[in-house]
């Protein structure tokens, strides 16, 4: 018999064959005595062995008083001891060969320094022994494949009304365990079935990323709902969602944003611009992870990976008899970048054959009340769902009355027989959870509001082609950058430019100059073009908060008078010089480029509009880096102001695609920024008209003020 | 006996004392026998009266051959008979005295030519006589404190499962017959209680104002929700929208976009910037009549509304015993601009008094599931209900377990007895339609998400700073605006600029020249000062576009070069002439301000950051005209690029009471401009430093170019 710590991944913990309760209790009411009590009830058909020293019978069950003493190897030991004896426990499970401990109890990392102490002695068993660790601090697990109920949750407790239903793909990994019993809770009562459920408490041992790339591995699970307060390994997210992506295994997450908006409130540098949480945003986006806001969105997403397929693109057809459901339905998914174009003249017409003439063959497609009892409402799906111009056919109906949707079941099976469009059915009434059984043994996922069925589709549409894309984003190809070299020490803008000039992106024509008559012969050896005068010294980034720089000189008494006064803008002994530049032709649009490390996310590279004025503007995003030139153009289409860069008014379009080039190289840049270099940031990048490239117009560095402590 | 036409307002509609069931047929499958059956199975306790000359006796009761022959005064009559026959059985009805006539059947306007002109012979009946018509093409009216279910509808339909339950104060208006019915299903089983439902069909006679304004008289409704396609009469909306702020009643609204999107798609003048949905928006969220998205929208503000209090303010608590819900939502409620301070030193010390150490006395406050069971829930409760510093106090927990809920309720109420602070709970687990009612009984709104409660406080006190601000909105005052002088035709810059002279808002120095000699004097004149150079031309909205604009010309020699590049632009025979226009001096911030008249919604303001980017941008927002400061305010707070009218990096503060003084300005224009004007457009204004005012630098007017034929 293999041993079940050297048994493959967590297998131990989803599918144990053998549990042990250790302080399992005889008190009926106590948190320690229902896991014995559910997991009988719920017909888990391994061996249990309630571990203690005080009893040597419970439920009719021997009771062993320790670990060691139980006569065959355990898989799971479920540990509800006071928190100062989990370690002697888990020495003893590691030392009894059990495979996974899951630690109940309360009162480690959450409950100060002597808590953190002994969460890290548990840390330590699990480095140095075989034993996995799930929690502490954990409300358990749950598996309705194999009735493992191992949790106190009163959610799946029959004595609550809670009624077992057939496993299901649906699997729920959440770091609150409340809310992955409720997440439970609300999906069954939705008519969807679940499969795995674990909470994961503190995870000591094992973590987030662990218990997903498990379950992704699991062929019954389709799709990953999970809660998420903070991701205490980012560096596995990466890992993860390339699995996620080969497998095409959606995962859906809610992740608060409280924590880290509260840790990183007194930034100030670029890093504030966009926000630790706008930056998991992006960076979940990147990695196809779908980030959600409410319970709401994780149940409606679970809804439609579970069963439904996914759209091959974004055109949308709407069945209806109901002018106004069809239309709501129609509205909100246009909304949400959904194609509604009407459907060819040849099916318009054959629809038109069997439908009132007030009825209506666009899109929606409205049959009227009157076609739908003549089985007008199938032979329409029929034709739609057969139509190649359309990737999502959404029938809306009354699913009120059950016995008839079951009489005309066979008529809507046969309609969408042997398509690959995606079936979705808005029902605006409440339709059983029988009815939406059915629906999805077609394949068909069923919403009870317009508002929820246009998020679903749309988010199917967008997850589909995040797959089709995968292929060109360089973030999967798990390519290497190298590292640049060190700065030597806080940098003047000059100084960033020469450390920058193996980017390959231009700068304007400048000269450094150390006095007023310098700074004139530099003014005319630049052809007396107009020329900005910039003070330089190192480590000065915003130059212009103090009054060192004058922009847009034209003569040569004019940039004499100047020179002193933006000279002066820094004490003689920190300046390097004034940099006598010209300035740039007019035309253009000025972008924000930056390269910086995000603190548990790693490099990013940072794009935005609105030059000095980003803060204000704040329409800034971000990606990790590297990124390819189709993420570069991805990130620019986020942007509200992208619309200038395509000419406007009569403006020429601008060189996007240098633009682009120069996104790429910055976040190769970001990529292999050495540690103590925090912002490398141009602001601004000018963006010359098209096919005359980009400028440099100012370049600055910030280097980390503290070590990074960040746990 | 007072005649039924003689009874106030629509009680003949939706208190009927006697119904009549005009073409009530034997065939119980057909859409014709559903009322009466549903009638009596709802317990309606008038005298019924099917009516149809083909039977003597039906379910029972006698049937009479015409409306005529029925012994008594008849207030509701349910008309179910084929369309041709409508206007005939309606004049019987009006001869017969009947109150209000409510027509079933489908096939009017929504049909083409020849329903549509039996519509109008149906509006030409109510027009002439006493009788009231609802519908055509609606599904009925159901109101629980009567029984009176007279609709065809399966969603109330005992057979299909329905259960009836006490009237409640929720009421429900809808276009869409479908959703009328299916907003009762799933506020129901939201565990909520609904009173009146209408679906009002086409409208011939009585339409969408008329059924919310008599609800809102109704002493049992407290909220009334709405879908809506179109407001076919929208002058109506200040009227009712005047009685709901009054009476503290609110109406929310999903409106559907899709029928004035497609109206105007190729609508290019300024209109577009917004959209007339958007306008809509804009309007409705001036009246106080809340727009949603959603059916969960909808019953999520029903929710609150039906039973909640109003907060004071901003300021939430959240009480919760578990992290994780709790964490979400006072994320979720931060994100929706609810603010979450720390409680008072004090009551943060009693809170520390009775929960472990591991608890939190921040906000949230969490009390730990320990500290639950020695009732601490209750006393933090109470503590928190009547601490000054919060106006909601949302609770956290799992109320699953119903029978531990209704142990502890007593303490619940106490805890909460005797203050005006909001309580609003949200369970993670569901709780059962008992546990909500016992809830909403004690003023309490119970939500399912974090998500949703979240929304539901935010637009209560959304609700509550609208009632308010009441007094402020000059809307509301119902002051009446002068009507502008009619221009001349089409007009240049100039001739606009004359045009606009009574607002007050000063223009650039400027000259009108006709040579290139004229136009050095000009600049001469102005002092050499740097000048632009525009060709002037009546009708020219776009000067730019065509070469006619040139900005800072800074010499003699210039001026007299970009003349004839600028005056060119136009033919000779359509010029007015070219402006030598001073430039504005650098440092301002540009807005657009234009006064329209938007169809379906009377003027509007429209207020935009952008310049001539301001389409690429699409930084715009508008109100119904005219708007007082405050309004013009709250308009400018709504747009992203507001940041910079107060100063940013250093740079000063711009004059902002002169801009809002120049929205209200130009309100007022907006409010009495002239019928054959579409729009006039001031863009861009520029914003100058703190106490130096506004400058108009542009402007244009759009004039009507076909008449105006919305129905």
Redesign the interface.
């Known amino acids: 018999m293999t041993s079940p710590a050297a048994r493959s991944g967590l297998s131990v913990l989803f599918e144990p064959r053998t549990v042990a309760l250790i302080g399992a209790s005889a008190d009926a009411q106590s948190i320690s005595a229902r896991p014995l009590r559910l997991l009988r009830q719920h017909g888990f058909a391994g061996a249990i062995y309630p571990i203690n020293p005080k009893y040597t019978e419970l439920q009719g069950l021997p009771v062993y008083p320790s670990i060691g003493e139980v006569p065959e190897p355990v898989d799971l030991a479920l540990v509800v001891v006071p928190a100062r004896v989990v370690p002697g426990v888990l020495e003893e499970c590691a030392a009894a060969g059990v495979g996974c401990a899951m630690v109940i109890t309360?009162?480690f990392a959450?409950?100060?320094d002597a808590?953190r102490a002994l969460q890290q002695a548990m840390a330590d068993i699990a480095a140095r022994t075989d034993l996995r660790i799930a929690g502490p601090n954990c409300e358990g697990v749950f598996n309705p494949r194999t009735g493992l109920c191992a949790t106190f949750s009163?959610?799946v407790d029959p004595e609550?009304?809670f009624e077992p239903v057939p496993a299901g793909p649906i699997a729920v990994v959440?770091?609150?365990?409340?809310?992955a019993?409720?997440l439970l809770?609300?999906t069954l009562?939705r008519g969807l079935r679940v499969g795995p459920v674990v909470s994961t408490g503190n995870e000591a041992d094992l973590g987030w990323a662990d218990y997903v790339s498990y379950l992704l591995d699991d062929e019954s699970v389709r799709v990953v709902l999970s809660?998420v307060?903070s991701f205490r390994r980012p560096e596995q997210l990466v890992e993860v969602a390339r699995k996620a992506a080969r497998l095409r295994k959606p995962i859906v997450v809610?992740k608060?944003?409280?924590?880290e908006a509260g840790r990183r409130a007194a930034a100030s540098h670029t890093a504030s611009l966009v926000g630790v949480d706008a930056a998991y945003s992006a960076a979940l986006r990147q990695l196809g992870i779908m980030r959600v806001?409410?319970?709401?969105?994780l149940l409606d997403l679970a809804a439609y990976f579970s069963v439904g397929k996914l759209p091959r693109g974004r055109n949308l057809a709407v069945l209806t008899a109901?002018?106004?459901?069809g239309?709501?339905l129609?509205?909100?998914s246009?909304a949400r970048g959904l194609r509604l174009p009407p459907p060819s003249e040849s099916v318009q017409r054959e629809i038109r054959g069997f439908i009132?003439?007030?009825g209506s063959v666009g899109n929606p497609v409205d049959i009227t009340a009157q076609a739908v009892l003549g089985g007008g409402f199938e032979r329409a799906l029929d034709l739609l769902a057969h139509s190649p111009e359309f990737d999502i056919v959404a029938p809306v109906g009354?699913l009120?009355?059950?016995e008839r949707f079951f009489q005309t079941l066979d008529e809507f099976r046969a309609a969408i027989a042997e398509t690959e469009t995606a079936i979705v059915f808005y029902s605006?009434?409440?339709a059983s959870n029988r009815v939406i059984g059915a629906l999805n043994e077609l394949d068909v996922p069923c919403f009870?509001?317009?508002?929820?069925a246009a998020r679903a589709m749309s988010s199917a549409v967008e997850y589909a082609e995040f797959l089709r894309g995968i292929d060109d984003v360089r973030l999967f190809e798990g390519r290497e950058s190298a590292t640049w070299p060190a700065p030597a020490g806080g940098l003047s803008e000059a100084g960033v430019r020469a450390y920058l000039a193996p980017l390959g992106i231009p700068s304007p024509e400048e000269q450094l100059v150390q006095s007023a008559d310098e700074a004139v012969q530099a003014f005319k050896a630049l052809g007396g073009h107009p020329v900005a005068l910039k003070v330089q010294s190192p480590g000065l980034a915003?130059k212009?908060?103090i009054g060192g720089v004058r922009l847009g000189l034209t003569s040569a008494a004019a940039v004499r008078a100047a020179f002193d006064d933006v000279a002066g803008a820094v004490p003689d002994g920190s300046r390097e010089g004034v940099l006598v530049q010209r300035m740039a032709p007019p035309g253009g649009a000025e972008v924000l480029v930056a390269a910086r490390r995000e603190p548990g996310l790693g490099p990013v590279v940072v794009v935005g509009f609105g030059g000095?004025?980003v803060?204000?503007?704040?329409?800034v995003t971000l990606s990790m880096a590297p990124v390819s030139a189709l993420t570069a153009r991805a990130m620019l289409e986020d942007l509200?102001?992208?619309?200038?860069l395509y000419g406007?008014?009569?403006r020429p379009g601008l060189d996007v695609d240098a633009l682009i080039r120069a996104i790429a190289r910055i976040s190769e840049l970001a990529a292999g920024l050495p540690s103590h270099v925090a912002t490398v940031e141009i602001n601004p990048l000018l963006v010359l008209p098209r096919g005359e490239g980009v400028l440099m117009l100012d370049a600055a560095m910030e280097l980390e003020e503290v070590a990074d402590d960040v746990d």
């Open positions: 309360s009162g959450e409950a100060g808590g009163p959610a609550h009304g959440s770091q609150s365990g409340g809310l019993f409720a809770n609300h009562e809660f307060e809610a608060i944003g409280r924590t806001d409410d319970v709401d969105d109901s002018g106004g459901a239309a709501w129609a509205d909100l246009a009132p003439a007030y009354t009120v009355r059950e605006y009434t409440r009870p509001t317009p508002g929820r915003h212009s908060d000095l004025d803060e204000s503007n704040a329409d509200r102001g992208t619309g200038v406007t008014r009569g």
